[in-house]
């Protein structure tokens, strides 16, 4: 089954060709049904790849396809080919895994939309990208892939284009990630001029050659490109503006698969990252810090998606923290778990946003327990979850991420342990405030907040609106991922025995057990208090929550504002001078000028034709003059 | 004692130059004419008197045919002029700019 | 004695052209030029060009001159031309320059002797026989092709003279060329 490992991206391949030649005319569902057959058809192999990779053996678990050569110019040559190690088939399952139920929950969610069968399309495209990506035998392949999901991410961010704030949000999207990619690029052309290869095994292989140096450009570079694909600081911004896009797209992009790209790449070079120790600091504290700033603004956001979004932002930022304390297995775990729950709390949120006729404001929602039980079970797994409560999932990813910090740097440790308080804090603060506590839709206030809506309940919820369970195509998705997220903790050891032929060298734990299970007391402790003081705020209301929600929090310490007035407005400038001075006064001056000059010089040079024939005859007189005086100095 | 042929090539030196510059200065056409003429005498002087110096006759034989040929130039040249400037005595050759650029 | 010969026809030669380049009227200027032409003539004997001397007084003085004169009456005598206006600019001044220099690079290239191979080509001028025997001889053996076509020049210039000049009342030459 492995030589079958090309039709994992080759399978939505074909779904996005099909899908664009006669989509529109299979039109609303079946054009939904092919592309997630594709789907399912891609998690198959996978996962009979997945069991022939394990017939196989420590070390050899590695098995490469070569399909055909690509670019061979000069020194460089590359070729499209996977390479099937536990690592991409790890990673090869849960994007085929999720994404079946992704597809299979838009079929429902998209049910209506009269643009149908393009979404399917663009979710095909970006299957087949991410896949690429992952399977990818050569930085060069991976690129691709890479672009290819931004490019995608773009697309389905701004699927409902008519609305500017989703066109910009798009535009926004895909410039920042380009910020990464120029960082990735150069990476590359390092990583060949050093190695003379672009290809996964020979450059891995080889790492260990590398000079200091060298490896630390090599990895601060490929951060660059990790920073701007998965939404780390500084370049972060785009995330929380892609909630544009449907709720399907959030959950399948911007929670599961394309963010975690950085993270792969990052763990795919490990054997670079290990022999530059200040690369992988920074990155510790660069995904710390994230992880701290954004469960700030997560605190005070009232639009159910935005906090999921700042969320997503802040688990990333562990994963990059559990790379950057050495400990890889415990970044690819968490990307798993999260994969699960994350995905689970957006088509859940995307759930809850079609019951209540696409209201996103939790401030209206409220006691929608008993109008949408699947909805709000399956949700409370996915909050406990990423809350960090044993035995869910989350508590033992996040656990093993707390303790590599720990001893990696206190100080990072303290600030991820600060980070999972106000992580339960905002998770339990959105279940209370959606799934708990008074009907709030039914306010006078929701009415007025939606303006001219008020006539007809299309759009937005009030009165004597009631909300409805979700369909059968978009509960099934629900279930099966909060199985997942409960259970996926017993899928520790087995990764970390798993994914060893990947590492370079595989991460120990130094602490004894009573330290680790300090730890584990001290982070626990530190969920529950979080779910408690949420409940105290929100469910008892004990404490104003005008107090724990400032202005500055709820508009993300207005960061994009900094940012329009450090480089959007130069940017702007800028582009003013080149349109308006450059191009129109300089070149255009120049061009115009050497024009303006010949005919100048015409006109002074029309004057030597007078037309009597005596300034001719005279014209004459002088050249036989100076041929004359040519025969003198001749003679001389 | 026999004048030595470079004053004679003097002579016709300066009898070209006042030929040339009278036909640059001068406006009326057959004035211009015959300062052409005079140029023309001024090269057949110089044939003669290279023929002597050098001891050849063909120096006369193209003085001969410089003569005939401005004849026939005179001839061609005058009717021509007769054509253009017809009974109109104030022509002058500034009056034919049609070249003017 | 040749020197004054010399010097006196040099004198006409001289005199008669500035009178043809300084006269106003155009009838005094043929005048000047037929002093010209006598003196080029006798400075012509004075080289042993008999011939051409001959020649020169009857086609040039006789037959060239008369011409002018015919076409000067021709278009009007009474117009003299008004010397001191130059309408051109730079006319006068770039004249006497190119004038002078073209009389100062002869008199240079004088002073030099060019030697440019065989003497005698077309036979020697003197010794003995008559100026037009020798003449006469390389003429019609030697340059015989270019003395017909001279003759056949004749004619053309003939026939072009005759076209030119005719009136015509159906097309033909018209003046209207004067702007």
């Known amino acids: 089954m492995m030589h079958a490992v090309w039709l994992i991206p080759a399978l939505p391949l074909t779904g996005f060709l099909i899908l664009l030649a006669t989509g529109r005319r299979m039109g609303d569902p079946k054009a939904g049904y092919v592309a997630t057959a594709m789907m399912v058809g891609a998690f198959v192999v996978a996962v009979g790849v997945f069991f022939d990779l394990m017939g196989l053996h420590g070390e050899e678990r590695r098995f490469q396809q070569d399909l055909f050569s690509w670019i061979s110019v000069g020194g460089l040559d590359v070729h499209v080919g996977f390479l099937v190690d536990p690592l991409s088939v790890t990673m090869a399952l849960f994007v085929t895994g999720v994404g079946a139920l992704i597809h299979l929950y838009s079929v429902g969610y998209m049910h209506g939309d009269e643009r149908y069968p393009t979404f399917f399309v663009y979710l095909n495209l970006f299957a087949f990208s991410m896949l690429m990506l992952v399977l990818s035998d050569s930085f060069l392949l991976t690129f691709l892939g890479w672009e290819g999901v931004g490019a995608c991410s773009y697309f389905l961010i701004s699927f409902w284009f008519e609305r500017p704030s989703a066109a910009t949000a798009g535009k926004k999207a895909f410039v920042t990630n380009r910020v990464g990619d120029f960082g990735f690029m150069l990476a590359m052309f390092l990583i060949f001029a050093t190695f003379g290869s672009l290809n996964y095994v020979p450059v891995l292989e080889g790492a260990h050659e590398l000079t200091h140096v060298t490896a630390t450009a090599i990895a601060l570079l490929l951060f660059v490109g990790a920073v701007g694909k998965s939404a780390q600081l500084p370049l972060y911004v785009w995330l929380p503006d892609a909630m544009e896009g449907p709720t399907p797209v959030s959950a399948l992009i911007h929670a599961a698969t394309m963010v975690t790209a950085g993270v792969f790449l990052m763990v795919r070079v490990n054997p670079i990252l290990n022999l530059a120790p200040g690369a992988l600091t920074l990155i510790a504290t660069i995904g710390a810090l994230t992880a701290f700033f954004a469960a700030t603004i997560a605190c005070a956001q009232n639009d159910i998606k935005k906090v999921l979004a700042y969320s997503t932002v802040s688990q990333l930022g562990y994963m990059f923290l559990a790379v950057g304390s050495g400990a890889y297995v415990a970044a690819i775990f968490h990307m798993v778990t999260h994969a699960f729950f994350k995905a689970l709390l957006f088509l859940g949120a995307g759930s809850v946003i079609h019951g209540m006729h696409d209201e996103q404001d939790m401030k209206y929602m409220g006691a929608l327990r008993k109008w949408m039980p699947i909805t709000s079970g399956t949700f409370i797994v996915g909050w406990l979850a990423i809350a960090g409560v044993p035995p869910f999932s989350g508590f033992w990813s996040k656990d093993d991420i707390l303790l590599a910090a720990f001893e990696k740097n206190k100080a990072l440790w303290f600030i991820g342990l600060l980070t999972a308080l106000m992580t339960a804090y905002y998770m339990s603060r959105q279940v209370f405030l959606v799934f708990y506590g008074g009907e709030r839709w039914k306010k006078p206030e929701a009415a007025e907040a939606h303006g001219e809506d008020v006539a007809h309940d299309a759009h937005g919820a009030h009165g004597d609106f009631k909300p409805h369970e979700s369909p059968p195509t978009m509960a099934f998705p629900l279930v099966v991922l909060a199985g997942l997220a409960a259970v996926g903790g017993i899928l520790k050891s087995p990764l970390e025995r798993w994914l060893e032929p990947v590492l370079a060298h595989p991460h120990e734990f130094a602490s004894s057990s009573s330290t680790k299970l300090g730890l584990i007391v001290v982070t626990t402790v530190g969920a529950l208090s979080g779910i408690g003081l949420a409940y105290s705020i929100w469910l008892r209301n004990r404490v104003r929550a005008e107090t724990v929600e400032p202005e500055v929090l709820r508009h993300a310490w207005y960061v994009d504002a900094l940012y329009q007035k450090i480089v959007e407005a130069p940017g702007r400038a800028l582009a003013n001078f080149s349109a308006f001075v450059v191009d129109a006064k300089v070149i255009d001056g120049t061009v115009n000028g050497v024009g303006a000059l010949v005919r100048a010089g015409g006109t002074r040079l029309r004057t030597v034709q007078s037309g009597f024939v005596r300034n001719y005859a005279l014209a004459v007189a002088v050249g036989a003059v100076a041929i004359l005086a040519y025969a003198v100095a001749r003679s001389a | 004692m026999s004048v030595p042929g470079a004053w004679y090539l003097g002579l016709a030196a300066m009898l070209f130059g006042i030929g040339a510059i009278g036909l640059l200065i001068r406006r009326n056409v057959l004035i211009m004419f015959m300062c052409v003429e005079l140029m023309l005498n001024a090269v057949n002087l110089t044939f003669v008197t290279f023929a002597r110096m050098l001891n050849d006759i063909g120096g006369q034989v193209v003085v001969f045919f410089v003569l005939v040929v401005a004849a026939a130039e005179v001839v061609v040249g005058l009717a021509i002029i007769v054509s253009i400037f017809r009974r109109r005595a104030d022509a002058t050759a500034d009056d034919i700019s049609l070249l003017k650029g | ?179």
């Not at chain 3, 001159?65 to 009456?73: A, G, N, Q, T």
């Not at chain 3, 009389?103 to 002797?113: P, S």
């Not at chain 3, 026939?159 to 000049?165: D, R």
Request: proline share 4%; glycine share 8%; hydrophobic share 60%.
């Open chain 3, 1 to 179: 004695m040749d020197w004054v010969v010399f010097v006196a026809a040099g004198i006409a030669v001289l005199a008669g052209a500035l009178g043809v380049v300084l006269a106003t009227h155009p009838v005094h200027s043929a005048l000047m030029l037929v002093m010209t032409l006598f003196g080029v003539a006798v400075l012509f004997v004075a080289q042993q060009a008999h011939f051409l001397a001959a020649v020169q007084i009857i086609v040039y003085a006789g037959a060239i001159v008369v011409l002018f004169l015919f076409v000067i009456m021709l278009l009007g005598v009474d117009r003299s031309e008004n010397v001191r206006a130059e309408p051109l600019p730079f006319q006068r001044p770039i004249a006497y320059v190119a004038g002078a220099g073209v009389v100062a690079a002869v008199f240079l290239l004088a002073r030099t002797t060019w030697v440019s191979g065989a003497q005698s080509a077309a036979g020697p001028a003197d010794g003995p026989g008559s100026n037009i025997e020798k003449l006469a001889d390389s003429l019609f053996t030697r340059y015989l092709l270019a003395f017909e076509m001279t003759s056949v020049l004749l004619v053309i210039a003939v026939v072009g003279a005759v076209v030119l000049a005719r009136h015509s009342p159906t097309g033909g030459v018209r003046d209207s060329e004067a702007s």
